[in-house]
């Protein structure tokens, strides 16, 4: 490979893209304005109990069994960050490096969580080194995967959500009193099945042939892939789902909030989109945890509580890793 083409091949590495300051008081604004909202909503709760909303969360969380919720989120945890792995690992193998093992990819995709603190975008830059050292897998071919991931990853949530809608709309009907859910959420789902078909077709050539927008580099995954490949990483990412519903309706229970599973499954499919909203500390989704549990107000603390350990103990998997990823990201340059 020549120098100018190894040159084009590794991972970006430049600066970050410079984010409009208006966005940023935008997105600090709405944070602020979920924050007063869930504030608002416990201080009334407190009230009715003759309590303020310190003393009402501080006997939430006194009332929580603690060690039974260390010993449900730890193996969680664990399964989660191998449920990822592998799935990561597929996506890799189909569109980057077949030769690719699944035991190089654990240390570097933990690793990532640790990256993941500071910038989701550099914890996925540690994949990208690690296949352009080892394997000469230009950096926006890696790029392209981690895409098409995120697009299945949303339509994992879209289903379990449209499942879980399905079984329990009237409960989504009752939760409609701020947001428009019963609306908002139907219409939602059906732009999404109505535009992966038209997806899927457009990228194998099949609709619209001459235009030329499919053969962008950063689209190289989307090419790629065929129609089992969406159905096999729905399958391959689907145990982490299904995971979730079960943990943290059980975690609910243990901070005495009763939340049957079928309820659940409406409901966090729908908080997990409202968290991949580029707000600070998850404010959509826990905004929107006290908007589907109005009886509850409280539960939007116990979502910060839930996210908190979750990627601190994934960046405590890492930690284990760091040593093995540094050894394969370091020790040796791609030949």
């Given amino acids: 490979m020549s120098d100018l083409n190894q040159q084009d091949a590794a991972p970006q590495t430049g600066g970050k893209p ?16 979920c924050f007063y909202m869930v504030y608002t909503r416990v201080a009334a709760a407190a009230a009715r109990d003759g309590l303020t909303a310190v003393e009402y969360m501080a006997r939430f969380f006194g009332e929580a069994n603690w060690l039974a919720w260390l010993a449900l989120m730890i193996p969680y945890s664990i399964f989660f960050f ?9 996506v890799v193998r189909w569109f980057n490096a077949p030769s690719l093992k699944l035991v190089e990819v654990l240390p570097i995709r933990a690793s990532a969580y640790i990256l993941s603190l500071v910038n989701e975008q550099v914890g996925k830059g540690a994949m990208s080194l690690y296949l352009y050292r080892r394997h000469n897998v230009a950096g926006w071919q890696i790029i392209s995967s981690m895409i098409f991931l995120g697009l299945v990853e949303v339509y994992q949530l879209l289903i379990f959500a449209s499942i879980g809608v399905m079984a329990n709309f009237d ?13 908002i959420i139907p219409a939602v789902l059906i732009g999404a099945a109505i535009y992966l078909p038209i997806h899927i077709l457009y ?3 099949k609709l619209l042939p001459n235009w030329k927008l499919r053969e ?13 490949h969406y159905v096999m990483l729905l399958l391959f990412k689907a145990p982490n789902m299904i995971g979730a519903v079960v943990v943290y309706t059980l975690a609910l229970k243990l901070f005495q909030v009763d939340v049957g599973v079928t309820q659940m499954m409406a409901f966090l499919p729908v908080i997990f989109l409202a968290a991949a909203l580029p707000l600070p500390f998850h404010a959509g989704a826990l905004l929107l945890w006290t908007v589907l549990f109005p009886g509850y107000p409280e539960v939007g ?5 839930m996210h908190t350990f979750f990627v601190l103990f994934n960046a405590a998997i890492g930690v284990v890793f760091l040593p093995k990823a540094n050894k394969e990201l370091f020790d040796q340059t791609a030949t």
């Fill in 18 to 33: 410079k984010v409009s300051p208006w966005f940023k008081l935008a997105t600090w604004a709405l944070t602020f304005g």
């Fill in 82 to 90: 191998l449920v990822d792995s592998h799935a990561t690992w597929r």
């Fill in 171 to 183: 409960v989504v009907r009752e939760a409609s009193s701020l947001i428009a859910l019963d609306k």
């Fill in 203 to 205: 990228f194998r050539g």
């Fill in 216 to 228: 962008r580099p950063l689209l190289h995954a989307f090419r790629e892939a065929e129609l089992k």
């Fill in 301 to 305: 603390a116990f979502s910060l509580v």
